[in-house]
């Protein structure tokens, strides 16, 4: 028997799959790409947005007719606003939190499928070990808090879909409460991740041989502030992932995303200054340069706040590549203040930036507000910030010209007889080679050519 899974939106989602293809697998399901082939179809869904669950509700029409002419179960879990889920009730056969996915076979064994895996799934699933004894299940009528229990999901081991590259959640949820955000109302308040299980984590990937790893919350740098005196904060859980890279005489990269620039410390950006494996790229969001559009969105920081991160970056990790969020045309934004986010962009000269124009998000707050600035504004907005973009990246992508960088292989480029990956400040680099044993691997290269969003250049050296 066979199993489809569409997972829908940010990398915490993508993580999440890992876990749910454990489950499936070890109940002896095989992954197909047929949605016609498949017994089992989930989504792993994104409420963050519109558009994420408006691809949801045309995935279960298209499902659910499909159930005419052949037997199987449809489920639904990720991010799911409480107004989403009951509408999801009536259209899944199975509606779960993320915390409940170690039930997931005792629900599908309810609904009569059964395989010769799955009669000894027990038996089978502690010997491996992949999940912990559960409780019984929770019916569809259960009041689900999407935080509680994390630990029952975050002891299955993921599947991960690549043999290089990997995310390790280490938080979820969320309490800052921004009001364009429905996260904190999807996933529930900020729960750390026990630091050994991370830890533990951490050091099986690099074992076999990973060599990108991404640690992954809402709100990253917050980790540990839940569980004061019981657990240690974001900079020593570097600092230990730091510690062991040394000793582990490995090479491999570590990133974390999301921060938070109201959590972001110096030490923070200290401690990923004493440790090569600690990746020089720092992903900080600023949404908006304006004082009175950031109160607005409720980001508890001020543009001095968010300037001394940069201006610490820039200080200690000189190397470093950073990226940020921007949100254009945001509830009542005016042409002051859309300026006062690009002269932002002009004066910290980003490496990327991750462009939105501001769309209602269902469950935040600021979806009872009206969606003021016209379509054409916002269209208009993005293009100038784009252009921003471009002209900052393409002057630091240019300075690299003659340099020699690290990058990691990541597999073909488009453009025939070339590899391409990104390097270690996570910019796209490609050279020419039809060596497939370099994929997955770092490896050196002479820089000749740039454009705004990328590099090109010579192989050098491999280095394992």
């Not at 399901?29 to 989930?42: C, M, R």
């Not at 005419?68 to 879990?77: C, K, L």
């Not at 081991?157 to 429905?182: D, L, M, R, V």
């Not at 951490?202 to 041989?209: E, P, Q, R, S």
Request: charge should be neutral; hydrophobic fraction near 35%.
């Amino acid at each position: 028997m066979k199993y489809y899974l569409l997972p829908l939106g940010c990398q915490m989602n993508q993580s999440d799959s890992g876990r749910v293809r454990t489950v499936l697998q070890g109940m002896g399901f095989v992954p197909t790409e047929n949605e016609d082939e498949a017994t089992v179809l989930g989504v792993i869904a994104c409420s963050v947005r519109q558009k994420g669950i408006d691809k949801v509700y045309s995935r279960i029409r298209k499902w659910n007719s499909m159930k005419n002419r052949q037997n199987m179960i449809t489920f639904v879990s990720g991010c799911i606003l409480p107004a989403d889920r009951l509408r999801f009730l009536k259209l899944f056969d199975l509606v779960f939190a993320m915390n409940e996915l170690p039930k997931l076979p005792d629900m599908i064994r309810q609904y009569g499928i059964v395989t010769p895996a799955a009669l000894k799934m027990g038996e089978e699933i502690h010997e491996q070990p992949v999940i912990r004894p559960v409780a019984p299940l929770f019916s569809k009528t259960d009041n689900i808090n999407p935080s509680a229990h994390m630990d029952l999901f975050w002891n299955i081991c993921p599947n991960q879909s690549s043999k290089f590259e990997a995310f390790i959640p280490i938080q979820n949820g969320c309490n800052k409460f921004c009001t364009y955000c429905a996260v904190p109302y999807t996933r529930g308040r900020e729960v750390s991740r026990p630091s050994a299980d991370i830890l533990d984590e951490l050091k099986k990937l690099v074992d076999d041989n990973y060599k990108s790893i991404t640690l992954l919350g809402q709100n990253v740098n917050s980790y540990g502030l839940d569980k004061k005196g019981e657990e240690i904060g974001f900079a020593e859980l570097l600092r230990r992932v730091g510690e062991y890279g040394k000793s582990s005489g490995k090479e491999f990269w570590v990133y974390f995303t999301s921060p938070h620039p109201r959590d972001m410390s110096d030490e923070v950006i200290e401690v990923i200054s004493q440790y090569d494996c600690l990746g020089k790229q720092i992903h900080i969001p600023i949404q908006s340069g304006d004082e009175n559009m950031l109160q607005r969105m409720n980001r508890h920081h001020d543009m001095a706040t968010y300037r001394h991160i940069i201006q610490t970056i820039r200080r200690l990790l000189p190397t470093a590549t950073i990226f940020t969020d921007i949100i254009v045309g945001f509830t009542k934004e005016s042409e002051e203040e859309f300026e006062n986010t690009r002269r932002a962009m002009e004066e910290f000269k980003y490496n990327m930036a991750y462009i939105a124009q501001y769309s209602v998000r269902p469950g935040a707050v600021s979806a009872q507000w009206e969606d003021d600035v016209p379509k054409e504004v916002k269209k208009e907005r993005y293009h100038i910030l784009t252009e921003e973009l471009m002209k900052h990246s393409l002057v630091y992508n240019q300075g690299l010209i003659g340099t020699t960088v690290k990058m990691l292989v990541e597999g073909h480029d488009r453009k025939s007889g070339y590899l391409t990956g990104h390097t270690e400040g996570k910019i796209v680099m490609r050279f020419a080679s039809d060596n497939d044993t370099l994929i997955g691997n770092i490896v050196e290269v002479e820089v000749t050519q740039a454009t705004p969003l990328s590099i090109e250049g010579n192989l050098i050296e491999r280095h394992g």
